[in-house]
């Protein structure tokens, strides 16, 4: 092998090396602990999300599902899992509007408690109907972060609303990356 052609394949080398040592969110600001998480839309991927944040990880963060503005104290990071499920929002005896309506005031609870939000999509393309693509219109132009399973976001959607706040999207390949994503967010 010639010396350029070494020279070019040790670079390619580096290069695609060094781009898989940069998990996808690391260009985003840092988030701070303690930290909740919760659901807007009451779908499985929360304890999806939990097991793989605090029992796989050992993340230890705060877990509420239905969490309301008074959880937020003493908390820096609101992480809100989103998906709509019709039978996890019946079993929390909430209907559309009633989440709506949590959803909107966790929010502004954080926002004027300076608290950052993280928004996390997790389920793919199955988890994006029509009430999961309400909750999303909500949510994430209020994010400061957003990592996304990519087959949930062919349409760029989460890109278009994130942009609102100039709010970093990473996406994901599949949900094992969402684990590697939150750590880069909170700088592990």
Known sequence: MTRPIRALTASISFLAFAALAVPPAAAA?????PALVTSVGQASDIVVVKALLNTQLKMDLAVNPLAQPADLAGMKTLIVVVGSSAKGLGAAGLDMPKEIARAQALLAAAREQKIAVLVLHTGGEARRGKTSNDLIDIVVPQADQV????SGNKDKVFNTLAAKRNAPVAEVEKLAGVGAAVKAAFGM
Do not use: P, S
């Not at 990592?147 to 990519?150: D, L």
């Open 29 to 33: 600001a840092t988030l701070a602990k």
């Open 147 to 150: 990592i996304v399973v990519a």
